[in-house]
């Protein structure tokens, strides 16, 4: 099969390798599509140390070798029996298991299910680990209502489109926030309220509080934790998913607890997660938005195009 690989050094290299193996258990899957995530650039560059060389990718759709049934993968494996945390050992594909860069791919039986019936090869490529992860930050740790109000940081990325799109199907009002007026307004086209650009706001916290209360915060950014907390309402909750602005923050104690707030950690989701995400699509008038669609042997591009910060939705590769 031909495959992408991270090779040492964080290079890449499309290039011939030998057919997966399937243990006791596996299924081979003849992938049609395969979407980026921003840890992928995390696996190349090396902040994931996995051995190399590496397949990446974690999102993949196609079609079971043993069956022909169509599948999209669950990007999880392992998360356990608990619903609170994933149990000691849970991985998600592309590092260090080979993922979906790739023309064949070995999984659990248990990590695939249907394909969406009305989404095309790249739409259920492109939905698993971002909208699992808005889902799951969404409803399972963020408690989101109906007729809340929920403030998603970013407006571009795959898991903020996902998250517009969820609240917005869940009857919540969403608002944003983004570098990019253009941005907004394109959230605001999937349903999004409004939002703040904050290149040109000198304090977005108090100018998102403006257009709420919110009710809920979503934090991919890592070090915008206290501003997310300076935005949601007394009582009001942030969940954080990524530190693509750091990793490291310092929080105000006092006004934290004296507003009795409450702080979440998320990573992707359960298998239960993502069965009531497959419900809810299945109910959706939306499909997944996306950026681009290249071939496989093109995957540097498409890594750039996301490193640059210039996509507005999830960028897709095309096998076969």
């Given at each position: 099969m031909y495959a992408v690989l991270v090779r040492e050094g964080a290079q890449l290299s499309y290039e011939h390798v030998a057919d997966p193996v399937p243990q006791p258990g596996e299924v081979v899957v003849e992938l049609r599509a395969a979407a980026l995530n921003r840890?992928?650039?995390?696996?190349?560059?090396?902040?994931?140390?996995?051995p190399l060389p590496l397949v990446p990718g974690s999102d993949g759709a196609?079609?079971?070798?043993?069956?022909?049934?169509?599948?999209?993968i669950l990007p999880g494996i392992g998360w356990g029996d608990r619903?609170?945390?994933p149990a000691e050992g849970f991985e998600v594909i592309g590092g260090p298991r080979d993922g979906t860069y790739a023309e064949l791919i070995a999984l659990p039986e248990e990590n695939l299910y249907p394909k969406p019936a009305g989404f095309s090869w790249e739409e259920a490529a492109a939905f698993p680990l971002a909208a699992l992860t808005a889902y799951r930050a969404l409803f399972a740790r963020g408690g989101l209502q109906t007729g809340e109000t929920v403030l998603v940081l970013g407006a571009a990325s795959g898991v903020s489109t996902f998250?517009?799109?969820?609240?917005?199907q869940a009857g919540a009002r969403v608002l944003v926030t983004s570098s990019s007026d253009e941005?907004?307004?394109r959230a605001t086209e999937l349903g999004a309220d409004g939002g703040v650009n904050y290149a040109t706001t000198d304090d977005w916290p108090a100018a998102a509080k403006e257009l709420g209360p919110i009710d809920l915060g979503l934090d991919s950014?890592?070090?915008?934790?206290?501003?997310s907390l300076d935005s949601v309402r007394r009582g009001g909750r942030v969940v954080v998913f990524g530190g693509t602005g750091g990793?490291?923050?310092?929080l105000q104690v006092r006004p934290f607890y004296f507003a009795q707030q409450s702080l979440y950690g998320t990573q992707l989701g359960s298998p239960r997660d993502f069965e009531r995400l497959l419900r809810m699509v299945d109910a959706a008038?939306?499909?997944p938005v996306i950026d681009s669609v290249r071939p496989l042997a093109e995957a540097e591009a498409a890594l750039a195009r996301m490193q640059a910060g210039e996509h507005f939705g999830k960028l897709v590769l095309s096998i076969g």
């Open positions: 840890r992928d650039l995390l696996v190349r560059s090396g902040v994931y140390p996995f196609g079609v079971r070798r043993d069956t022909g049934e169509e599948v999209v619903e609170d945390a998250a517009v799109q969820l609240a917005v941005k907004i307004e950014v890592g070090s915008t934790w206290q501003q990793t490291e923050v310092t008038d939306w499909r």
